[in-house]
Antibody
Framework: QVQLQESGPGLVKPSETLSLTCTVSGGSINSHYWSWIRQPAGKGLEWIGRIYTSGSTNYNPSLKSRVTMSVDTSKNQFSLKLSSVTAADTAVYYC???????????WGQGTLVTVSS | QSALTQPASVSGSPGQSITISCAGTGYDVGAYNYVSWYQQHPGKAPKLIIYDVNNRPSGVSNRFSGSKSGNTASLTVSGLQAEDEATYYCSSYTTSSTQKFGGGTKLTVL
């Protein structure tokens, strides 16, 4: 059973960079797409972007200028960096496996990131 | 990119059926059969219940079914049960190799 676990700071200051890591266990990270998805409190899901284990990425156009994703296959981990954050970036951040590139079959439990000074 | 359009809420009595629509465009829902649906209970991560328009993952009740016509996909929940009360999200792959979600539909079982 594949399991995903997000980790990273729960509090980030405005204008700084949000950094999260997702650790994959119970299966190999190789030959799959991996996504980040976020959900502000009381609101819907927003796809942030995805990365293939080759390092190829696709990002949400609305966030593209601020997003960087990377993958470390030796550690079975992939990561998200979101720069120049504001209060609007406060949300629960989920990592998920994008099976075949377009459906999310395994999700992490989510981690709340608050942007505040 | 704009979200797919879902009704904010639907409701039904136990045993009844409900349908949730998900309207997109020819660049997402209408472009491919890559529409999926997710069920989210409060405080929990979303769960995949339908993929590729009308396929159910192993372990998902056959009371959940999906369909698509043109640029609009639909999720039907038949034989409503109390445990079905949750928020449901549709998602579609796009011609730009990105992903979109709908705004979510809260299902209330009366």
């Amino acid at each position: 059973q594949v399991q995903l676990q997000e980790s990273g700071p729960g509090l980030v200051k405005p204008s700084e960079t949000l950094s999260l890591t997702c650790t994959v266990s119970g299966g190999s990270i190789n030959s799959h797409y991996w996504s980040w998805i976020r959900q502000p409190a009381g609101k819907g899901l927003e796809w942030i972007g995805r990365i293939y284990t080759s390092g190829s990425t696709n990002y949400n156009p609305s966030l593209k200028s601020r997003v960087t994703m990377s993958v470390d296959t030796s550690k079975n981990q992939f990561s998200l960096k979101l720069s120049s954050v504001t209060a609007a970036d406060t949300a629960v951040y989920y990592c998920a496996r994008s099976l075949d590139g377009w459906l999310f079959d395994y999700w992490g439990q989510g981690t709340l990131v608050t942007v505040s000074s | 990119q704009s979200a797919l359009t879902q009704p904010a809420s639907v409701s039904g009595s136990p045993g009844q059926s409900i349908t949730i629509s998900c309207a997109g465009t020819g660049y997402d829902v209408g472009a491919y059969n890559y529409v999926s649906w997710y069920q989210q209970h409060p405080g929990k991560a979303p769960k995949l219940i339908i993929y590729d328009v009308n396929n159910r993952p192993s372990g998902v009740s056959n009371r959940f079914s999906g369909s698509k016509s043109g640029n609009t996909a639909s999720l039907t929940v038949s034989g409503l049960q109390a445990e079905d009360e949750a928020t449901y999200y549709c998602s579609s792959y796009t011609t730009s190799s990105t992903q979109k979600f709908g705004g979510g539909t809260k299902l209330t079982v009366l």
